[in-house]
């Protein structure tokens, strides 16, 4: 096919592009950066003249804009899009018959699914095994390890605008963090939407969704805090992120931000355990993350993410958590179990590589086109 | 067997003595004064008089107290207290003697109290007292009674207001969720270092409890307390809208009622027996648990069903082990679902009268003092 890749995101981007040309399609890309993802006369513009001048099979972009959707209506081109953002802030205007969607989070495509979207379809991700194997060759045998216990990720620690749009007053803002605080306690239980509804604030119904997102964000920073302070009163901890500030509070090895290709695959292999925490704006998929630390064999412990189920079985494969008290259990066992945690990552690694790699899901995906 | 009953004044001595003594065993009695929580040698000595004269088996209490645990300790005489009072003694290292023989109520508590430790564990749910009469139909003078604190006035209630404005808005919105949540007690895992750290420099920690966390003592003995404040009021505030209709009555030690309760505070009850006359004339008593007691079944179920009066209660979970929920009492899920259930039933008295037959039977059978000092003794291993 000949596509025309859109370039923005960084994860996936070069992988996918690197995917797309081995397997024969014929790639052009074209970069921009949004301020505005609902009217940019500049963009649309731009790219209907690159899709009037070439003619191409299909235009494709990680996450979804609203413009390059609209322009591929117009021109009747199939606009292909691959949503691993949960929520997908730019998911709008999406209902037309030219676009092919894919989404990464099972319960996000049901609720389409049930509303008659046809052009919706579910994708969960995938890793690219055969870069990580370029870089490490495949995994044989247990590696040499650096880390006990390894958190890679964002810890979300500053309180987003639309909340501070929400209120000046600090005794709000402690209120809501005290919701975000609650919901960290449940797993599958939303007791943000009840507390909102109840609580009087006032706010317009087009920032509810944006209220929600940075109340599950403050609430996965709470979580990740909770969880880290805990074990590292038990455990050596390494953490790799943007952030360090609260954290500082308490006994960590702080790294900073590692490097998606170049650094991430090491830490995942030379991690004796890598912790997932999952983002709690993302319901029940796999993020990215998972197929991440499989893929390079590393051993993962994590929340009990619904979807890893449908792929993945624990105690086979990986190792959840049901709660604080259990996981510190967990840790403490695992990490004087080196060989259950490799017997693991073999696992893991091997049903990837046999039905979770990039290329294989690119396939799928165009499978259905 | 031979036992010293160490007494405290509590409402249910006299008639657990005489359980006792209808079992057969022989209660002898020390009444306890209120003393240095560590001077225990008046009653070591009696413990060793009566080891010799009159072989005494073990000591009983129906509260923990550390007097007679130091004192049991120390004379090597089995120290046996049914915890049917809250003490903050049971948070004190002498609870932790082997020597030590507790039961608890609470499900919660109970393996709460065995991780921190303790050797001879068990749980024992509360009962009724055996009435000597049986049961006849009872004149309704009130449709609902509700009889408790509104936990409104208490010692300390005031020092959280020097908190921060956002540590006082976080623990706000972390008691409004767990108001929304029976069953699964979360406030303790909220309290972070930082706002541990600002508690401590408002209200200094209580040295007395020994075994208690920090973050387990500021939320029992602050936050709990006013989340029983809020739930309270707020299902007053609810109830309020029947009080056209129905007869409601209200004991509550407030001198001033807070807003919007438009009920009428008869006050508080001076006797045990009033507590139970109150219950006996009502279709229905109102159970509004004490959120620090995370898992246990309050006296107060008991009295109402053995008195024949329809318990109306909040989820808890030690009451799945005995009642059925619409069989033998209702429960109910919120406010809302309080005042449907109210109507409901108030308006099906037949349906009403099944269910209060149905836990009378019950308590009668097998909830009353007998059954659970019978249960006791069993698993007392120095009893066969």
Known sequence: MRILFFKSNKFMQSDITELLLNSGHHLDTITYVFQDYSKDDFFADKLEKRLKRISYDIVFSLNFYPIISDVCYQLGILYVSWIYDSPAPTFFRFARSTNRIFLFDKSEYMK?????????????????????????????????????????????????????????????????????????????????????????????????????????????????????????????????????????????????????????????????????????????????????????????????????????????????????????????????????????????????????????????????? | MNLLFTTQKLYNEPDMIDTFEKLGHSVFIYEQQKQNNRDCSDLTETLLHLQHTNSISFVFSLRFSSIVSNACHETGIPYVCWCTVVSPELYQRSVLYDTNYLFFYDSMIFSSLIQLGITHGYYLPLAAAERPAPMTPNDYTCDINFVGSLYTVWPGIGKLSKLSPVTLGYLDGILQAQEMIYGYPFLQNLITPAILEELSSCIPFDKKYELKSPEVFYTEDYLYKILNRNERIHILQKLTALREEKRILLYAPEKILPDKINIENSGTLISRNDLLAIYRQSHITLNITNRTLYNGIPQKVFDAMAEGSLVFSNYQQDMDLFFENEKDYICYEDNEDLLEKANYYLSHPEICQKIIANAHKKIDQEHLYRNRIGELMKQLPFSR
């Open chain 1, 112 to 369: 389409y699914k049930a509303k008659g979207h046809s052009n919706i379809f579910y994708l969960p991700l995938a890793s690219n095994t055969e870069r990580i194997e370029r870089t490490f060759g495949p995994l044989l045998s247990s590696p040499e390890y650096l880390y006990n216990i390894s958190f890679l990720g964002v810890l979300y620690d500053k309180f987003n605008l639309s909340v501070q749009n929400l209120t000046d007053s600090q005794y709000d803002l402690g209120i809501l963090k005290g919701y975000a605080a609650a919901q960290t306690q449940f797993q599958n239980l939303d007791l943000l939407k009840p507390l909102i509804q109840e609580s009087g604030f006032l706010f317009e119904e087009d920032s509810y969704e944006a209220l929600m997102t940075d109340l599950l964000l403050e609430a996965t920073s709470q979580e990740r805090h909770q969880i880290l302070y805990l074990l590292s009163n038990h455990f050596s901890i390494d953490l790799f992120s943007t952030e360090n500030t609260r954290s500082g509070r308490y006994p960590i090895q702080y790294h900073g931000a590692a490097d998606y290709e170049n650094e991430m695959p090491f830490i995942f292999r030379q991690s004796r355990i890598n912790l997932n925490i999952t983002l709690r704006t993302i319901k029940t998929a796999i993020p990215l993350r998972i197929f991440d630390i499989f893929a390079c064999g590393g051993f993962l412990i994590t929340n009990p993410q619904k979807e890893l189920m449908d792929f993945f079985e624990p105690e086979v494969d990986f190792i959840p958590y049901t709660s604080h008290e259990d996981l510190i259990e967990k840790c403490s066992y695992y990490l004087a179990h080196e060989k259950e945690c490799f017997s693991m990552a073999q696992s893991a690694y091997q049903k990837v590589k046999e039905a979770h790699t990039l290329s294989i899901r690119l396939k799928q995906l165009f499978e259905k086109l």
